[in-house]
């Protein structure tokens, strides 16, 4: 077996983690996988092609005996069978306090997007009884909204649900129709909520399947962080969650997520008013009928792409790079929790229109010169309003290589962890 050094400084309680036979467990499970790893990585290459070359997305046929069968997931656990709201956030000492104090039926740990790779996961191996743990997938791909079937029956002994994730599925619009001929670039992205038609498929869709084969669909992430300062930005932001998780709940949704303590009863109250028994796995929306142009409606959008939302995609970018490289990876930005999806939507965003030759809501064609010019803008508030000024400068230019170079860089965490790394991690 490769042997596997570790070179990093001293962070407090690695050796209870890094244990002598910890190294090994990760290199037998590289040694076993990489190879389908990279088999896999290099399909969603000659796909993503295929689609920039004219090709078009739709329900696998290969696999449409998996969609006609008769089958079901294994029946959640006890303690997964009530999972109306669930907290999540970044593996952190305080949020680890804060979520298990919260109320919310299931904490979340997000060691993912909400977490920064700084130095401060296989049951045969480690003897553990066939069946416990399980996964909630998140489809926050357009191509897996076309599989979502043959995700769940792949981990039917696994699998306790789906869940939709707003932001990371439209980044991966986004990426996956860039620069495909004849694709409407879309509007700001807070415009494009889960009523715009392309998303409402998603979702009724997402429900229908989980619960056609026994699984529990969870709702997106109510992002909001109270202020407790400002009353009337509270007010506000509560209703627009409580309207949300109404559409959520009514759509047949067993529950949803939160990013802060504060929203947990407010999204309790919501599904209680719904749910008669623990969930709506019974509800299995046969009024439901989704097709590949359902999900691929993307000309059929409200929203505009406005000078606010070019601000807003530069502001949240560079503020996220910021705080990702200082070692958070769930960052508090203008009273919402913005992980790595937000910031990839951002710079993704502003790319498809830079190389699309689109025009803003006020008749400004967006290009170098303007993005720049925000991007400076943008640069200065920040520094002004003490936010990560070790690592502003950097961010700033992890933010305009990715979003402005020509060639598009698959996820911008990828050039950040070289900064990372030559930062000494």
Avoid at 96 to 116: F, R, Y
Avoid at 286 to 311: E, F, K, Q
Wanted: proline letters at 5%; one cysteine or more; hydrophobic letters at 40%.
């Amino acid at each position: 077996m490769t042997h596997l050094d570790i070179s990093a400084p001293d962070v407090e309680g690695a050796a209870e983690v890094l244990t002598p036979d910890a190294p090994d467990f990760v290199v037998d499970l590289h040694r076993r996988f990489v190879g389908r790893r990279d088999e896999l990585l290099a399909r969603r290459r000659t796909r993503r092609s295929e689609i920039a070359r004219g090709g078009r997305l739709g329900f696998l046929t290969e696999t449409g005996a998996v969609r006609a069968g008769d089958w079901r997931v294994a029946p959640a656990p006890a303690d997964l069978q009530d999972r109306r709201v669930e907290i999540t956030g970044p593996t952190s000492r305080k949020m680890a306090v804060n979520a298990l104090n919260s109320g919310a039926q299931v904490w979340l740990a997000d060691l993912e997007d909400a977490n920064t790779p700084h130095w401060r996961h296989a049951q045969e191996v480690l003897g553990i009884p066939y069946g416990p743990v399980r996964a909630t997938v998140l489809i926050e791909t357009i191509p897996a909204a076309f599989e979502m079937e043959e995700i769940l029956c792949e981990l039917r002994d696994h699998a306790s649900g789906l869940n939709a994730g707003r932001w990371d599925y439209l980044f991966s619009i986004i990426k996956t129709f860039r620069d495909v001929p004849g694709t409407p670039p879309l509007p700001d992205r807070g415009a494009v909520t889960m009523t715009a038609p392309m998303m409402a498929a998603y979702s009724d869709l997402l429900v229908r399947t989980c619960h056609t084969r026994g699984a529990h669909a969870i709702g997106g992430m109510a992002a909001f962080i109270p202020s407790r300062r400002d009353e009337e930005v509270d007010a506000k932001a509560f209703a627009k969650v409580r309207e949300d998780k109404s559409r959520e709940a009514a759509s047949g949704f067993d529950g949803s997520w939160v990013a802060h303590p504060d929203l947990v009863p407010l999204c309790r109250e919501v599904f209680d008013e719904v749910l008669v028994g623990p969930n709506q796995v019974h509800r299995t929306r046969d009024d439901v009928s989704v097709g590949a142009d359902d999900l691929l409606a993307l000309d059929r959008r409200p929203g505009d792409r406005t000078p606010d939302g070019l601000r807003a995609n530069v502001h949240v970018g560079i503020a996220y790079l910021a705080a990702w490289l200082s070692g958070n990876g769930a960052a508090a930005i203008d009273n919402l929790m913005e992980d790595a999806a937000t910031a990839e939507i951002s710079r993704s965003q502003i790319w498809q229109w830079l190389h699309s030759g689109v025009s803003l809501s006020d008749g400004r064609v967006v290009d170098r010169e303007l993005v720049d010019e925000v991007v400076r803008t943008e640069r200065e508030r920040l520094g002004a309003d003490g936010w990560h000024v070790e690592h502003l400068d950097t961010a700033t230019e992890l933010f305009r290589r990715t979003a402005l170079d020509d060639d598009f860089v698959d996820f911008l965490t990828v050039p950040a962890y070289d900064s990372v790394l030559a930062a000494g991690g």
